[in-house]
């Protein structure tokens, strides 16, 4: 299976990714640039983290309209799977692919540490390699990952079960909603409604080796692997 | 065509949790400002264009806002003054 990273200009997830494709996963790997109008017969795209556009105007808004977008989310559109990570998530929200956006950490501090996240929902094309309700250590690193939605947007991704992970783990109660960075309802993850795009601020390509210190990303991609090859 | 000077606020969504804005808020009633309430933090753009006249500027420019200037989700926008150059 072929994967497909996104590189725009301020990327720094990229390398991460097609490592954690080709060495973890063992599957083809390919760039993207963002200039081109290619995915290179890609089964999978990924828009990684990183600062494109050094965040100008807000995180992910010029992105979105570089000319590889058009064919990314005429992918999206087919039902194929878009793996939007940090700055990707950040971008998918700002193209309308993913309902939301991704503001200031309330803190008003850059967080680079990691986190302990809840899998809600196992049945997602992204997620089918977790049991509900697990436990995952995965870091987070931005400045701007404070998920935020009106209430009938909110109630809607919770009501579909689109709300794949949850910050847990506050001091003092491991399994309370805990946000390291203001996220309404402690989101770190969501689906679209057609389930087909994931958005995540935490990295799971930089959790797939215990030399890392966790290899719980993994399952993101194994998950994906799991459904698109089946 | 004639060239105008279109500014832009754009400040957060009322209601939204503005972090920036209680900090600044804080930092002035600190300095003695006693009497500031709420404070929002937003940008302020200026566009120069070429354009027929001066609605066509202002529609213009409330485009630019809802297709790339503001993200609606978020934020609130106002043309704060149209000026021709």
């Given at each position: ?16 990714t ?6 973890v ?19 999978v ?20 309209f ?34 939301g ?9 850059f ?54 992970f ?65 | ?8 606020h ?44 001066r ?31």
């Amino acid at each position: 299976m072929r994967f497909g990273i996104v590189t725009f200009p301020g990327s720094n997830c990229d390398y991460d990714t097609y490592r954690a494709v080709a060495d973890v996963l063992g599957e083809e790997a390919v760039y993207l640039w963002h200039k081109d109008h290619d995915l290179q017969g890609s089964d999978v795209v990924i828009l990684p983290g990183g600062f494109s556009y050094g965040d100008y105007l807000r995180a992910g808004a010029i992105a979105r309209f570089s000319p590889i977008m058009r064919e990314v989310v005429a992918h999206a559109d087919r039902g194929a799977p878009l793996l939007a990570i940090c700055n990707g998530f950040q971008i998918a929200c700002e193209a309308g692919l993913l309902p939301g956006a991704l503001l200031r950490n309330d803190s008003l501090k850059f967080v680079c540490e990691p986190v302990r996240l809840r899998v809600e929902n196992a049945e997602t094309l992204f997620s089918s390699q977790y049991d509900v309700g697990q436990l995952l250590t995965i870091p987070i690193a931005h400045g701007d990952g404070r998920y935020t939605a009106d209430e009938d947007t909110l109630s809607r991704i919770e009501g579909e079960g689109r709300v794949v992970f949850r910050y847990v783990g506050g001091p003092g109660d491991a399994d309370a909603w805990w946000s390291p960075n203001g996220s309404m309802h402690a989101i770190a993850g969501i689906v679209s409604g057609a389930g087909n795009v994931l958005g995540m601020m935490p990295h799971p390509e930089r959790a797939v080796d215990e030399l890392l210190g966790s290899a719980d990303g993994v399952g993101i991609f194994e998950s994906i692997l799991a459904r698109v090859a089946a | 065509m004639s060239r105008f000077r279109v500014a832009v606020h754009i400040v957060p969504r009322r209601g939204l949790l503005d972090p920036q804005g209680k900090a600044v808020t804080d930092a002035l009633r600190t300095l003695g400002f006693g009497g500031v309430q709420d404070v929002h933090v937003g940008r302020h753009v200026v566009v120069e264009m070429d354009a027929s006249d001066r609605s066509v500027a202002e529609r213009t420019t409330r485009d630019m806002c809802e297709r790339l200037l503001a993200n609606p989700v978020i934020e609130d926008y106002e043309i704060a003054s149209v000026s021709a150059l």
